[in-house]
């Protein structure tokens, strides 16, 4: 299971940390990685890491706004976003066992609504 968490109403400019809490599998084996869906679009993957050598993978337009971080002691992955734009509004999910798919678990999804 996968338990996400940490969205919530910031201004444009500001900043949310966001938790993926990792239940039922072997953490330290597996990548988690987060994807957001805005309304009216496609989900789209945002950032990835891998639990086990720590490689990260973002998608472009998220560089140097975004750190993906793990915590493998508590089976917790975060993302800090910064300089949060209002295009960023969307309910964010968190997956795993891989960077690029399949994947057999999804968080519930927590919405980031960043207000111009």
């Known amino acids: 299971q996968l338990q996400a968490s940490g969205g919530g109403l910031v201004q444009a400019g500001g900043s949310l940390r966001l938790s993926c809490l990792a239940s039922?599998?072997?953490?330290?084996?597996?990548?988690i990685g987060w994807f957001r869906q805005a309304p009216g679009k496609e989900r789209e993957g945002v950032s990835c890491?891998?639990?086990?050598?720590?490689?990260?993978y973002y998608q472009d337009s998220m560089k140097g706004r975004f750190t993906i971080s793990s915590d493998n002691a508590n089976n917790t992955v975060y993302l800090q976003m910064n300089s949060l734009k209002p295009e960023d509004t969307a309910v964010y999910y968190c997956?795993?066992?891989?960077?690029?798919?399949?994947?057999?678990?999804w968080g519930q999804g927590t919405l980031v609504t960043v207000s111009s």
């Open positions: 997956a795993a066992p891989t960077c690029w798919g399949p994947y057999d678990y």
């Open positions: 039922g599998f072997t953490f330290d084996d597996y990548a």
């Open positions: 890491i891998s639990s086990s050598d720590g490689s990260t």
